[in-house]
């Protein structure tokens, strides 16, 4: 009988019912619930900048390690941009060896207490989970597992360095020190490359120190993170601009042969309404940035960032959510988000959501802003707003918002927080006229290998992307060090 594509997928589809089957029969794990991560009470923790999930305990994360139902084709690895064996480090914890755990992940991931925390698993791994694919059940918690492997290996004071190759002498630039550029960093430094990290901060991070606040992901945790890059060989210079520092002609002058960009999307994006420049109207990244890198809760600092009483974040993200939640802890007494579509079709993470709403946030749904008005020192005092219903489906799928005529109405406000959007960083593309961009100032890579229209330069993460996630970015610094890699290589050997 002839093989067809037909009859191999048949075996396939067959040889997956059967596995189904057998899975089924593990009634000792398939009877297991899903853990449920503590958390510090509400009332307590918007008083601080205190971490809100509190972590699992041993007994916790191997209950939840053996609901693993050890798939035979565990889908929830092509779930991970950076391909976590996420089945391996499970095993290793159900066994009780937490140590070894993390040097799984430690294999593919830089950032594994980081991705623990702040990574949408529930859109990612877990949801190719065999409990959510095929028995519409909740799935392992992966990402819970993930941290609790990460801070047990630094807690314990037992922190593994992944090895790195005898150097190879060949200096390698990034540039941005957020999550693409600190995952192409250890993956390039693991081939034996001299690695040099620029930041134009003056903290190593990127988006993980200023756009995320301490109550969802610690300054503590992405250092620790940091420090075993630094281990490896990696050197991290702050207060660089790429492009006005130094350019990359300068870079390559003092011998730097290929460059990685993940400069990130820090260009804000406004609605363009009427009053949208009256003082106590910002944008996200500079509220964000200023509270968690520069002290401006402290009203002593130099440059202390507007706390209002009454406090509006247009938006429905997580930036807009990190906003939020930050404005009740610097002392809001009404922290609202005002969103144009349902809070059935908010892109914030589910989590973020029901902690905001537990945290006393408003949630203004299907509104959206048309005017602001300031009072006699062009103080923001007043909102003007508009009701939404739902429309027809957008080009994201989402209905698109369509205004009820006659619904405004007026907000007091004093400040007000815009979170709709960012756009890339223009420096690098300014800098280089040769570098091919979008109509959006991203620039364009190959799908594949993210190579640029300069042959000895890759980028990733949301200067490619123009917004995405922490994992996202991650991978694309995953696969942009394999690129660079093979393309030195076939230099080398030309």
């Known amino acids: 009988m002839a093989v067809t594509k037909e009859f191999l997928k048949e075996e396939r589809e067959q040889a997956w019912r059967v596995d189904i089957r057998k899975l089924l029969k593990n009634k000792e794990r398939t009877a297991l619930t899903r853990v449920h991560m503590g958390e510090v009470d509400a009332n307590e923790r918007i008083l601080s900048n205190i971490e809100v999930n509190t972590g699992l305990s041993e007994e916790e994360a191997v209950n939840e390690a053996k609901r693993c139902l050890d798939c035979p084709d565990p889908t929830c690895i092509t779930g991970c941009p950076v391909e976590i064996n996420i089945p391996k480090f499970i095993k290793r914890i159900e066994q009780g060896d937490y140590l070894k755990a993390a040097q799984v992940l430690k294999q593919t991931s830089a950032l594994p207490a980081v991705c623990g925390r702040v990574c949408p698993q529930e859109k990612q791994c877990e949801a190719k989970c065999f409990y959510q694919l095929k028995m519409k059940k909740e799935p392992v918690a992966i990402g819970h597992l993930e941290r609790f492997a990460a801070d047990y290996e630094r807690e314990s004071g037992q922190i593994s360095v992944p090895e790195v190759a005898k150097g190879n002498g060949v200096k390698i630039a990034v ?6 550029g600190l995952t192409f960093a250890g993956d390039m430094a693991k081939q034996g490359y001299d690695v040099t990290v620029f930041e134009a901060l003056h903290e190593i991070g990127g988006v993980l120190k200023y756009g995320i606040p301490e109550f969802r992901l610690p300054n503590s945790i992405v250092d620790v993170e940091i420090n075993s890059l630094t281990k490896m060989g990696v050197k991290f210079e702050n207060n660089f601009i790429v492009g006005r520092t130094a350019t990359i002609e300068d870079l390559k002058e003092e011998g730097f042969e290929a460059f990685f960009t993940g400069s990130g999307a820090g260009l ?39 706390s209002g009483k009454n406090v509006a974040v247009i938006g429905g993200g997580n930036t807009a ?17 005002v969103y144009r579509r349902s809070m059935e079709e908010m892109p914030a993470r589910v989590e973020e959501v029901k902690h905001a709403q537990e945290e006393g946030i408003e949630f203004l749904n299907l509104t959206n802003p048309v005017e602001y008005f300031a009072d006699e020192n062009g103080r923001v005092n007043k909102m003007r707003v508009q009701k939404m219903e739902l429309g027809e489906p957008d080009a994201s799928g989402r209905r698109r918002p369509v205004v009820i005529e006659g619904s405004e109405y007026d907000i007091e406000v004093d400040t007000v927080v815009v979170s709709v959007g960012v756009s890339p960083n223009p420096l690098i593309p300014s800098s280089l006229p040769q570098l091919e961009t979008t109509r959006w100032g991203t620039i364009v ?50």
Do not use: C, W
């Open 175 to 180: 540039i941005g020190s957020g999550p693409a």
């Open 268 to 306: 804000p994006r406004f609605m363009n309404i009427p009053g949208e420049n009256y003082i106590g109207i910002l944008s996200s990244n500079e509220y964000l940035t200023r509270v968690n890198l520069m002290d401006a809760a402290n009203p002593k600092t130099d440059t202390p960032v507007i």
């Open 321 to 337: 959510m990190d906003s939020v939640r930050t404005a009740k802890r610097l002392g809001a007494k009404r922290a609202m988000i």
């Open 445 to 494: 890579v190959d799908e594949e290998k993210l190579q640029t229209s300069i042959p000895e330069m890759f980028a990733g993460g949301d200067i490619v992307r123009g917004g995405a996630t922490v994992i996202l970015a991650m991978g694309d610094g995953r696969n942009a060090a394999a690129a660079m890699h093979n393309y030195l290589q076939d230099k080398l050997n030309a």
